[in-house]
Every structure is written in C-alpha cells, then in structure tokens.
C-alpha cells in the first residue's frame, strides 16, 4: 500500500473548498443550506470569539442579533429583552404613531445613567395619577417638585412602598399626604459622576437618588433597578446617556414623516425604512428627507437583493442595508404558483392567500454576498433579513459579509413576543404572521404600504399565517444564539466578526457546495426517534 502514497514531507497542501467570489461567481442562486464553510485552525476558545458588529455606519452591536419589525415579534417586551442580551429590538409600525412612539419610549426609559428626563408630578397630583404614571411607564418611583416639573425645588418622592396597598377608594388622596418628604431622602448633588452616585445608592439602600443643586431643585435621578441590569446584562446595548438602544420602523408615505417625528421625540435611536422593495423613489426621497431633517439620526433603506438596487439608497444617503426579498418562512414574494381562477363572490380573495403572482426576489445567500460585497466599499452595514432558522443560518450570513441579522420566525415563539400562546394537538403555539398576509395588510395600512398595496382593491397577499412552538424566554434563548455564533467562528478560526469577513473577502476562508444528499447526511437521520434540545 505505501507504493501507491505521495512520499516527500507535509509542505504540499492541496487547494480545497472554493472561495465566496467562487461560490457565487456562477450565476446560481443559493440559500444557507446548499453549502457548507469549511473549519480552519483553532487557538482560541469560543468565549473568546467577539460578537460586535456595526448595525450602521455609527451604532455598533456587542450581539449581531435584530428582532424584525413584525407585529407578531417585536414591540417594546422584545427591543427591551433584545438590547439587554446584546442585540436591538425593531418595533413595527402596524400601529397608529402614537403607540409606536410610545412602544420606543418603554424602551428609552427601561434602564439609564443619569435619567436626565425622569417623569416629575406636583403635590397636587393624586394616588390615581401614579397608578396611571406605573400603568404607562412601568413605574412608580417619582420625584415630587413644587411646580411638577423639572427644575423645580424638590419636595419629596414616591414609591411603590408609599401607595403599594392603596385601592381605587386611595385615588383621590393628594401625593402631599402620601410622599416621603425632602427631609427623610437620600439626595446626590449636582457634578457628581455616576459612579460616586451609584456607590451612594448603594450605601442608602434606596431605590433612587434625586440628583439637585445647590438650591434643592430636581435636575436629574438614578434608579437602583439600573445598577442590577448594569450587572446581569453586561452585554447591555446603549446609548451616550445609558439608555438602551431601540429602533422603530416607519414606512415612505407622506403621512410617515409625522411618525417619524413622533419616533424621534421618543428617543429612538435608527429608523428602518419598511418595505418590501425598497429600490423606489418613495424610499428615495423619505432617505433624502430624513437625513437632512434629523441629521443624527440612523436610517436603514430596504429591503434589496441586488447591488444595483443598494446603490441608489446608499447614493440618498441610507446608514445600513436591510436584505433579502422573499426568503422568509412566512413570505411568498418569490412563489410563482398561479391561482386557479379569478377571485369570485363564491371564490373571495382570500383564497389567493396562499400563493403570489410576483415571482420576484433572490435566493437569500446570494443576495447577501452580492449587496454586502458592494456596500462595503462606502462603509455601510448589511442586515441579512429572512432565510434563518437555525443558528448554523446566521454563522453563513455572518460569513458572507452581513453585519447583524434579522430573526422573525426565530423570536417568534418566545414570551418576549407580541400574542398570546394557545395550545393545538398538545403543543404550546404563538400565533406568527408575515407583514405581507392579508390578516396584517386588514390589521394596519402600514402593512399595505410595505408592499405598495394600500389603493388596490384586491389585495395580493405576499405572506400566511402560522404559527410557532414555544420557545421560552429571549433571555435563555438568545444567549444559546451567541453561543452558537461564537463556536461556529471557533471552527471556521475566526477570532472576531471583522476577522471572519476580513478572511472571506481575503480567501481564507472556503466553502464546499452541497448536494440534496449531502443535507439529508448533514441532519439528524437513521435513527428510530430521537429528542432534540438546543440549551
């Protein structure tokens, strides 16, 4: 047998796998699954593997992980849980603007440093207004000042322990009656650095500490709640003011640039530009507005597939990239099955809903490898959209160049999530719908505008109604996710996201194509039966 082995030493190493501009240099069209990235060499471990990436050209992730904008996934339980593991919520915009706004402002008030813009109500005020203050923001810690306002002598606070076993009969009761008066507080003084007022908190055992000057006015608080985040969400993604970041999305009508408007008086940080088939002079032009309106503030255009489409949002100006066009679960913008018949008072339009006539989009892993590749080149992030399933789907997007990716069917099912759980056949279920149903275009016309669909009198659906299985908390389930990521870097040898794509673009890293057969190997098979848990 040694007659027929290659003799001379270890120095030739064969060229293997094939490179991304290889991969998908052919002209075909390929999702996740029809290829594999080949290992490279580890000397690292996986906790050592860094997770930050850019969301747009000026917010950085320490998780490459984004809820989508759906109104079956992220309002503000879910941006909240998001932004505390390390990642960012989207909150749709199947709502009116003021809920919206109001969704963004749970979410700015959740946690802070100096709370610069604490709620303040007067001695006047009642028990009653408290209750309504809690039912709004999720709190009841408040400063009283004379004017109930801002600036104003403070007088005393607030809290839960003050009203906790009052009642509908206590709402009438002036805050005077109830307060903890200025005498019995705990106070920081003006010029003070956070660190100095939180080891104050510390000390005091109190739930806040009212920050005034030197004339006892209100100019700023610190809540005890923030301390303990700040220790159990490390990865915790904030603001300059220690808020944590959240994102809102709008559509590109007339009549958004008044959400907008809101949006940003409620602290959000980027804006995302929903739409199916964002390469449009109403994207365009919304681009154009918003940056020379709200020059600050972070635009993502989308979605797009095609790097001719990315050029026009990045020549408006667009800070990140959303891509992908048809490729999620519940999405059926690509499907080029033809209904049988026309729509009829025995055969409503509703029957269509499970098909499309668009027969328009791109296989998901191309498309993020051809608009990531192009964007690159003027510093703007791609968001790969859609398409993921399973942890081993965001290592590949991660790997073809996206900076973050967006989960919908993935966060679906979790408690964070819009919807209530219902139980079919024994199984805990959440209800999840594409933006494109006709259930969500009937719902809201933010939906109807996503897919240009708001003046016509049959809507063509582009996406179903289903549902998903339980999936816990966000809290356990994401960080199972960034384990996942960072293992899989591990293997690919990649100590960092910008080392990972720095190593594709370069060659380094390799992929092998697979065939139908080599994804059946590539999965659980052979077994009888078989249990699968993830974390």
Do not use: W
């Not at 002036?174 to 010029?191: C, I, N, Q, S």
């Not at 240009?452 to 049959?458: C, Q, V």
């Amino acid at each position: 047998m040694a007659d027929y082995l290659i003799s001379g030493g270890t120095g030739y190493v064969p060229d293997d796998g094939m490179t991304a501009s290889q991969l998908f240099g052919t002209g075909e069209g390929l999702t996740y699954n029809d290829f594999l990235i080949l290992p490279g060499f580890i000397d690292f471990t996986a906790e050592e593997v860094d997770l930050t990436s850019a969301m747009t050209r000026k917010i950085q992730l320490k998780a490459p992980l984004v809820s989508s904008p759906m109104d079956t996934v992220s309002e503000s339980d879910m941006a909240i849980a998001m932004a505390l593991t390390g990642g960012i919520g989207i909150i749709h915009n199947n709502c009116t603007p003021e809920f919206q706004a109001n969704e963004v402002r749970k979410v700015k008030k959740y946690e802070q440093g100096f709370i610069m813009d604490p709620i303040v109500l007067s001695p006047e005020h009642t028990v009653g207004d408290v209750f309504e203050m809690k039912r709004k923001h999720g709190f009841s810690g408040i400063p009283i000042t004379e004017n109930g306002k801002l600036g104003g002598k403070l007088l005393g606070i607030v809290t839960s322990r003050d009203i906790d076993f009052m009642n509908m009969d206590h709402h009438h009761i002036k805050l005077r009656d109830v307060m903890t008066p200025f005498e019995d507080l705990v106070v920081g003084h003006a010029g003070v650095s956070l660190k100095e007022a939180n080891e104050t908190l510390q000390r005091s055992k109190k739930g806040k500490l009212p920050i005034v000057n030197e004339n006892d006015e209100l100019v700023s608080l610190i809540a005890r709640t923030d301390l303990k985040k700040n220790r159990d969400y490390p990865l915790a993604s904030k603001d300059s003011k220690k808020q944590l970041l959240c994102g809102a999305a709008s559509g590109t009508r007339e009549e958004d640039k008044y959400r907008v408007e809101l949006l940003v008086q409620a602290g959000v940080d980027l804006v995302v530009l929903d739409s199916s088939q964002g390469n449009s002079i109403y994207q365009i032009n919304m681009i154009r507005y918003l940056k020379q309106k709200y020059p600050e503030l972070q635009v993502i255009g989308g979605n797009v597939v095609t790097a001719a489409q990315a050029k026009n949002l990045i020549d408006a100006g667009v800070d990140g990239l959303r891509v992908g066009m048809g490729s999620g679960s519940i999405c059926i913008t690509q499907e080029v099955v033809v209904p049988h018949g026309e729509p009829s008072p025995r055969q409503p339009a509703t029957v269509v809903s499970g098909r499309a006539l668009m027969a328009v989009g791109r296989p998901q892993g191309t498309a993020v490898y051809k608009v990531a590749e192009y964007a690159r080149r003027f510093g703007v992030p791609v968001i790969a959209d859609g398409g993921i399933s399973t942890v081993g789907h965001i290592t590949k997007a991660l790997a073809l160049g996206a900076s973050t990716v967006m989960m919908g069917s993935l966060l679906a099912g979790t408690s964070e999530a819009p919807g209530e759980y219902f139980f079919q056949d024994g199984v805990r279920l959440k209800k999840y719908r594409g933006m494109g149903s006709l259930e969500a275009m009937e719902k809201g016309k933010a939906s109807q505008n996503r897919y240009f669909s708001e003046s016509d009198k049959l809507k063509v659906a582009q996406g179903v109604t289903g549902s998903i299985q339980d999936k816990g908390s966000v809290h356990k389930f994401v960080p199972y996710l960034i384990a996942g990521i960072q293992h899989g870097c591990q293997d690919i040898g990649a100590k960092s996201l910008s080392s990972l794509r720095a190593m594709m673009y370069s060659g380094d890293v390799k992929f092998q194509k697979r065939t139908t057969s080599a994804q059946m190997e590539g999965g659980v098979h052979g077994l009888h039966s078989y249990e699968k848990r993830l974390y």
